[in-house]
DNA sequence: GTGTTTGTTATCAA
DNA sequence: CTTGATAACAAACA
């Protein structure tokens, strides 16, 4: 379940470790995992390298050095998607790791690999196959930006005056307008109910009636939650590791999400869990109204 | 066999 | 046309 702080995590460190580092081979293992023909996705990758890696919401988008027809490969983790990378020396050593709380690479899950120029690999794992490697041209990512991506936390853009104009015109529920990546990009499931959590919201509240301090409330613990899960490289719940194969330590600060049954960590209510936009949603009985 | 997990899209209704 | 609510999908596990 990888939300903004655990694809930035693998934003952050990947580049730092494939930038400008040539291409040498790709191996296809599933096809459906792959949004172009293999040909063309080989052709074009293959004695190319990564000149930077940048993200919207979700969505990782690897610029191309040589940029002709192609010039972005986006990589959406969707639900159980991981990023992988060993080094010449580690894959001597065995490509495995070490330590049991690292992901081993290659295994069952592997879906496509690359092998770089200085020996170095880099694995995309994918155990339910929702997730997606696709070339595109330097248009369709801006037009792929454009049409689906609110405005993105954490930069100049998410200013109290743009997030408050989400809340105009629209009758809707807090946890609903938060998760909708074309109002506001980046949350997902898990921060979604702590994002309310913080803001002491009930996520089912109807946004109408939310009062402009509770909005500034939602507006700064969108901020908050976010930065704090990023310093603590994202929460795995399930599936998600860094692309060193390691686990996010934010689960331990969770307030909410997954602590059904359990006593608030501050007021001593019970945390409740109901489906709610579809999602379990997991809320504070007594501190959220 | 059943229910559960979620990011995204498809579909239908208002 | 816009918006919102819900279903569906994928795959594995308890």
């Known amino acids: ?78 639900m159980t998607g991981q990023l992988i990378y060993r080094n010449k020396k580690q894959l001597l050593a065995g490509g495995h790791s070490q330590t049991a709380m690292v992901t081993n690479v290659p295994n069952k899950f592997t879906r496509v690999f690359f092998t770089f120029n200085d020996g170095g690999q880099l694995f995309f794992n994918d155990l339910r196959r929702f997730g997606y490697l696709k070339l595109v041209s330097k248009e369709e990512k801006e037009k792929i930006v454009a049409n689906n991506f ?30 909708n990546q074309k109002l506001i990009s980046g949350i997902g499931n898990i921060y979604a109910d702590e994002i309310c959590f913080c803001a002491k919201i009930l996520p089912t509240r109807k946004i109408i009636d939310l009062s402009s301090l509770e909005i500034k409330k939602l507006y700064k613990c969108i901020e908050d939650v976010l930065k704090i899960a990023i310093a603590n490289r994202g929460t795995t719940f399930n599936n998600y590791v860094d692309s060193d194969g390691q686990s996010g330590s934010h689960i331990n600060f969770l307030n909410v999400y997954g602590r059904d049954g359990e006593k608030c960590k501050y007021c001593k209510g019970v945390i409740l869990k109901i489906k709610h936009a579809g999602r379990g949603t997991h809320f504070c009985s007594k501190c959220q109204k």
């Open 1 to 78: 379940m990888p939300e903004l702080p655990e694809v930035e995590t693998i934003r952050r460190d990947l580049e730092k470790k494939i930038a400008g580092e040539k291409i040498k081979n790709i191996e296809i293992l599933a096809t459906k995992s792959v949004h172009n023909k293999s040909t063309d996705f080989l052709n074009v990758l293959v004695d190319n390298n990564f000149k930077h890696i940048e993200r919207r919401g979700k969505l990782l988008m690897f610029a191309l050095d040589k940029a002709d027809k192609y010039a972005f490969l986006l990589v959406h983790l969707k």
């Open 150 to 179: 609110g405005i993105e936390p954490l930069t100049p853009d998410f200013t109290l005056e743009a997030f408050v104009r989400l809340f105009k015109k629209r009758q809707t529920n807090i946890k609903a307008l938060l998760l």
